[in-house]
């Protein structure tokens, strides 16, 4: 038998992983690149479509980072990766809240086609304009 056939997949290789990390570190920083692309531009489909291979990439850093943080002292190759994935860290947070402004966006056009007051949503009118409410005034006076 082979080694494989004796290995799970699912098995964790710390070895197997040290060597993965950098190039999954890479593809991981692609790939929220690609993500904050579609967002900016709402593909939706693109975002979606790259959820599963990201979220695959995240539990094995992960597991590795879990792996390193017991080992005294951590890698040589994990420590070298500490800044990429700090970046990651850092586009994943600006991917979350360019998603969240956009949600907000489209709860308050759903409550402004609905006649809701939508106070914490600032709506344009043809020009470009900040549009005018009734209730808006003395925030425009302040």
């Known amino acids: 038998m082979t080694e494989n056939a004796l290995t799970p997949a699912h098995v ?4 197997r992983a040290l060597v993965a990390a950098p ?10 690149g690609l993500e904050f692309e579609a967002l ?10 790259l959820q599963d ?3 695959s990439l995240l539990q094995d850093l992960a597991a ?12 040589e190759v994990w420590q070298q990766l500490q800044g990429s ?5 850092q586009d994943h947070l600006r991917n979350i ?11 308050g056009a759903l409550q402004a086609l609905q006649g809701d007051s939508a106070p914490n949503v600032d709506l344009y009118d043809r020009l470009g304009q900040i549009a005018r409410r009734s209730g808006a005034l003395g925030y425009q006076l302040a």
């Open 12 to 15: 964790f290789s710390p070895e």
């Open 23 to 32: 190039a999954a570190a890479a593809r991981l920083a692609e790939m929220l």
């Open 40 to 49: 900016k531009i709402r593909d939706l489909s693109a975002f979606e479509a």
């Open 53 to 55: 291979e990201k979220g």
């Open 64 to 75: 590795l980072a879990e792996w390193a943080a017991q080992q005294n002292p951590a890698p």
């Open 85 to 89: 994935l700090q970046q990651s860290k």
């Open 97 to 107: 809240q360019l998603l969240q402004r956009q949600l907000l966006a489209v709860k």
